[in-house]
């Protein structure tokens, strides 16, 4: 992932959430007083739950965190060419003002009252497939995730160091955070750097035997690491991945 994440002021939201969208978490329903947040995000679900467009086959709701602000997230198929599945998202949906396209993928935007909502529709072999998600721009979401980003940061990676994208999921019933750093030193010192402050904390680097495809995987108990680190002008950028 290439995507500068770092944190941005609303105007650049819409780029800004395009860019970020993968990897999802499984909704959870928290019982108990509701939160201004947690109402405005309910509310952002129910009109999500409610988009319909005909022929379109609908998958149930999920949820992804980009700096812990929710992003709700559902997948379709339809039996239809890529530009009508478009015009009917668009037409019977109402959400989207704005339209990106190319040969095989068309991307539409809009913005609804405290909403950011995006679809990607791309081509495939009996139709079309994609996804719509929705960013809930709740003033309380943003204020807090601006303040969250500074603790989100994992404590042995070397400094300075920027966090440009951070992202917790499930993966096979397993937390796994995604994250992507910008740190200012030369790749054979961040990678020596990093050897040393995840030896120093009893990690034990098993790339010999697990054989990553690129960058080195790291074992703690049940955790485990992959880094991959590339050299950059003046820099180097850390890619993690933290089963945890």
Sequence with gaps: MSVNTEWRPREHWGAWRAACVGFVLCVLMAIGPLSASAVADSLVLEQMLQIEA???V?????ELKLFEVP???RRFTVAASLDKAAQALAHNTKLFQKAQ???????LSGDQFDSHWV???AAAQEGAQGFVSVLSLNRDHLNRASLRRLGLAESWVPQPAQLYFSQQSVLDGQALRQQVYRVARPIDELNAQLRE???ALGWRDVSAAERP???RIWRLGRQRLVLVSASVTGASTLFVQHFQ
């Design 213 to 215: 495809l690129a960058g």
């Design 119 to 121: 679809a990607e529709i």
């Design 54 to 56: 005909p022929g379109f």
């Design 58 to 62: 609908w998958s149930g709701p999920q």
């Design 197 to 199: 402050r995840l030896q």
């Design 101 to 107: 396209a190319s040969k095989q993928k068309i991307m």
């Design 71 to 73: 992003v709700f997230v």
